[in-house]
């Protein structure tokens, strides 16, 4: 026992590698006030997780963490009830309120100017904390405090930073409110609230350890009180978590002894199985299959191993022959029929564009006619009425089709153009409207 005692002292000991108390306390005093530069930079901290969540980044994301100085104030709370500092809760409290508040308006500004609106994979994990969140946050806490109270402290502190993700719920939190998602913002908050909590508890505790001396400003009933909330607040944040993680343990257990009942137990030679589903309402398992039949003595063969996969509720319903080729053929006839939809979708798009493209020949024309008016009063003051249009000219010798431009010229009664005033009208027109072929025709 006494060896044991001396390899424990000798190798966890931390009081050999114990900064300086004062430093200690001044560095987190320090750390948690948010004004000036500090809350700046928690603003752009935000808006980088934020574009992160936005655009699925996870590198993004972890620069945002980084960069953040919100773990100030909540060590700070940790710390001021370890040491029984009123001043430094106080301090801690009103910054954490305001770096929080901060936080989420300024996540929610950016989400209602996004035109991204759509939850990505990074944004919905913050959604549903679990004990594993807990566990995260304390150890990281943990960590993170014994860093800042011993001299080797490496790379600790952005580590627990990244662990310990305070930035990202918060920016989902407001992700919620932007999106009027109440689920999100809620979901959100509790994980950060969750991290709080358990960031401070492993605060408490290690200067607890570490032996930090108490000061005057709280009297021992006023600290006991602090603890006994921080004790209350610890409880009432893992009663929730607890439930989802085991809801999500009880589920991925229940899928996973599905998959090993129609593995090991539905392993029928010459048989296939194509899907299954588990209606938990009526408590059926349904599996699909092809291929040789399964008679009535194997399936009850089967469904007498549901217990021993923790399925004794349920009872076993086999697809197959008729009801399965009715199944996959229904499955082949949607498939068909996306397929369908979406040729016709792309032929209808194509359409749109050749008739766009067609309109904006003939827009164009109308546009040149205009324009070009004025420059044919100087060059033929004899013109009277212009006109541009675009047609086809069809030859009754055979069935092809010709598009042409033809330029309808009206002049007045007085005077008339000349052969070779029409030859040259009609090269300039073709040079004007850049059409490979055009017709000028004069009208009576």
Sequence with gaps: MANFRNFFH??????????????VIEGIRAGAQFRGANLWVLICAIFIASLGLNVNSTAVIIGAMLV??????????????????????????????????????????????????????????????????????????????????TKGKGNVIPGVAIATALMP??????????????????????LFFINTVFISLATFLGVRVLSFSTVADMSLERAMKARRV????????????????????????FKQNVASFIDEQLNWTGTQIISHRVDSKEQVLHVAVIGAEVDSVQQHLAEQQLPNYHLADYRLVVIQGVQSDSLLQRVSRIETSRSDYKNTVLQQSQQIHELEAALNK??????????????????YPAIHTFTLARTLEVRS????????????????????????????????LRARTGADSLRVVMED
């Design 68 to 149: 953040s100085p919100l773990m100030g104030p909540i060590i700070g709370m940790g710390l001021a009830v370890g040491i029984n500092d009123l001043d430094l809760l106080k301090t801690s409290l009103k910054n954490f309120a305001v770096a929080t508040v901060v936080s989420i308006l300024t996540a929610m500004v950016y989400f209602l100017l996004s035109p991204f609106k759509e939850a990505q994979s990074e944004l919905l994990a913050r959604t549903s904390p679990t004990l594993y969140d807990v566990m995260i946050a304390f150890f990281g806490g943990a960590a993170g405090i014994l860093a800042l109270c």
């Design 169 to 190: 719920p918060l920016c989902t939190a407001g992700y919620g409110l932007a999106t009027g998602q109440w689920m999100f913002f809620f979901g959100a908050f509790y």
């Design 362 to 379: 003939y827009e164009s024309l109308e546009e040149l006619a205009v324009e070009i008016r004025p420059e044919l009063q100087v060059l």
């Design 10 to 23: 000798e190798y966890f000991n931390l009081m050999p590698d114990k900064e300086s108390e004062a430093e």
């Design 230 to 253: 921080m004790m209350g607040l610890v409880i009432v944040t893992m009663v929730p978590a607890a439930i989802l993680t085991f809801g999500l343990v009880s589920q991925s257990l």
């Design 397 to 428: 010798d055979t069935t092809s089709t010709l598009p042409i431009t033809v330029a309808l010229v009206g002049t007045s009664t007085a005077r008339h153009l000349t052969e070779n005033q029409i030859a040259q009208l009609g090269d300039w």
